[in-house]
């Protein structure tokens, strides 16, 4: 398994509290936007660096396309974090993460879904070697 660093604990960290801020403040059944740009919000408050919407090129057969693929927040270059605002949790959304960690070289991504009662029930975390 992989072995996180001090600085990737805290970034963890950071990721969780601010997810926890948004969560709190706007509560469940707003649109995924909405807890995007205010999840990033949280994340400068807090003095972490992160890019919205960072295109995923996709390098097959010897070229490069850069269609479809976007990360929704990409946190100091290091951690992917997929935000969703649903009711259903899609098993494909694992998969959906351990492949852009795959193409991106990173180890750690989050999914976080704001529609749950409790946001602790809608944060996953997975880390890959």
Not at 60 to 70: M, Q
Not at 98 to 113: D, E, F
Not at 118 to 129: H, N, Q
Request: contains cysteine; hydrophobic residues 45%; proline residues 2%.
């Amino acid at each position: 398994m992989y072995q996180l660093n001090d600085n990737e604990e805290w970034l963890c960290q950071q990721i969780k509290d601010a997810a926890f801020a948004v969560h709190k403040d706007l509560g469940p059944g707003l649109l995924e936007q909405i807890y995007e740009v205010c999840f990033c919000h949280e994340l400068a408050k807090r003095n972490v660096d992160y890019q919205r919407q960072v295109k995923l090129p996709i390098h097959y057969d010897g070229i490069v396309f850069d269609e479809g693929l976007r990360l929704d927040v990409l946190v100091s270059d290091s951690i992917i974090c997929e935000l969703k605002a649903v009711d259903i949790v899609n098993p494909i959304w694992q998969a959906q993460v351990l492949s852009h960690l795959k193409l991106t070289g990173l180890h750690i991504a989050y999914v976080i879904n704001f529609n749950t009662a409790l946001i602790k029930d809608g944060i996953r975390r997975y880390c890959v070697e």
